[in-house]
């Protein structure tokens, strides 16, 4: 999401490796953007892997930033607000604000509850 994507469509057909398609309306320019982004993707994992940014702590495990990480008055992360804000230039000019941070999609499947009003206090 901090580099302007929404998850594409995947499939694993071979163990161990992701095969992303995209569909035939994608321009070539849109093409390499999501490239450019896999490129720097590789790039955060290597400093990860170099310990330059601790396993826990970085935008990988960050991500996405929301503009409420960003405008804190704190910042306890070893990378800048701007490589969390901007990780590639073409977020600069077209940024998407997640609202939040990273949702835990198997808590919410094995833990299904409904926290809603019900539908009468609708009316």
Same mark, same amino acid.
């Given at each position: 999401? @901090?580099? !302007?994507?929404?998850?594409?469509?995947?499939? &694993?057909?071979?163990? !161990?490796?992701?095969?992303?398609?995209?569909?035939?309306?994608?321009?070539?320019?849109?093409?390499?953007?999501?490239?450019?982004?896999?490129?720097?993707?590789?790039?955060?994992? @290597?400093? +990860?892997?170099?310990?330059?940014?601790?396993?826990?702590?970085?935008?990988?495990?960050?991500?996405?930033?929301?503009?409420?990480?960003? *405008?804190?008055? @704190?910042?306890?992360?070893?990378?800048?607000?701007?490589?969390?804000?901007?990780? *590639?230039?073409?977020?600069?000019?077209?940024?998407?604000?997640?609202? +939040?941070?990273?949702? @835990?999609? +198997?808590? !919410?499947?094995?833990? &299904? +509850?409904?926290?809603?009003? !019900?539908?009468?206090?609708?009316?």
């Amino acid at each position: 999401m @901090d580099y !302007g994507f929404h998850a594409p469509t995947m499939s &694993f057909p071979v163990a !161990g490796t992701l095969m992303i398609e995209p569909t035939e309306s994608e321009s070539k320019q849109e093409i390499d953007r999501f490239i450019n982004a896999m490129v720097q993707i590789r790039q955060e994992i @290597d400093k +990860v892997a170099s310990e330059e940014w601790p396993l826990d702590n970085n935008p990988l495990r960050n991500a996405p930033h929301t503009q409420a990480d960003i *405008a804190a008055a @704190d910042w306890d992360r070893p990378y800048s607000r701007e490589t969390a804000i901007f990780p *590639a230039e073409s977020s600069r000019d077209n940024k998407f604000w997640p609202s +939040v941070n990273r949702v @835990d999609n +198997v808590f !919410g499947d094995r833990n &299904f +509850v409904c926290s809603c009003p !019900g539908i009468d206090a609708y009316r």
